[in-house]
């Protein structure tokens, strides 16, 4: 059983943040679309938001009594501002909160891990789904994308340690049910595909599917680190090279059943999910 509301889904053209509003609004729920510019989305109705903008956020939250919540890209401390967003949200009626945080962020960690903590204590309802590394981190304009298609070459520092990539779809379906089932999750969720998979295995799927060669390039932690550095801020290019360092010791070598029990359905393989991709 679904609950009716109206839903404010931040990041509403983003990777998990466009499908989930599609989702709804194809559930029937309704769903305020919140991004910078008020980008339409189909069925939904479009808000400008901007984290750092407060003056956008009243008109946001109006109406809406639930959110989905993705964080600001790329800012290393997002409670700064998010929190106050967070107690204005429920001072204008928000009781269920849905947070995206990652599977190597636990509660009380760094950047959105401060969120996470505190969310149980802000709103009624709550869940903060942790998603292990986007499959389509390969197929979209992530920079591993951009790099197997003008390159193909995979650039990490994970050795081969081993991953449960997990489908942005699955991420959407387990969002929508958090923000709509009857009952909140009330906890977090590790969310991951069916497999680990190293980037070596990424890169033999993806050639074998492709048919165009695609290797793995292992780079050290530092010059990972620089590379990054060289593209965003040092605070946010070192907790990159971390996670790829943890990733290398074995931190994300686990798979869950979270997007079957939530779902129904079994989640999407990285060989499905390319398949898929090819044949758009």
Known sequence: MTTAGTSLVIGATGTTGSRTAARLTAAGHRVKAASRHATPVPGAEPVPFDWYAPATHAAALDGADRVYLIPPLG?????????????????AGVYRAVL????????????????HEALPGLFEQWAVLRPSWFMQNFTGTHAHA?????????????GSG????????????????????EHAPDTDLVLTG????????????????????VVHRRLSYEHMRDQLTALIPVEFATMLADMDRAIAEGAENRVTDTVRRLTGRPALSFRAHLERETRC
């Open 75 to 91: 800012d290393s401390d997002p409670a700064t501002v998010m929190l106050p967003f967070l107690r204005h949200a429920r001072s």
């Open 146 to 158: 951009v790099s197997i298609r003008e390159d193909g070459v995979i650039r990490t520092a994970t």
């Open 162 to 181: 081993r991953v449960g990539f997990v489908d942005a779809e699955d991420i959407a379906a387990v969002a929508v049910h958090a923000l709509t089932d």
């Open 100 to 115: 995206l945080s990652s599977s190597a962020i636990p509660k009380g960690g760094p950047a959105v891990g401060a969120v």
């Open 194 to 213: 069916p497999e680990a998979l190293s980037y070596d295995d990424i890169a033999a799927i993806t050639t074998e599917v492709t048919g165009r060669p």
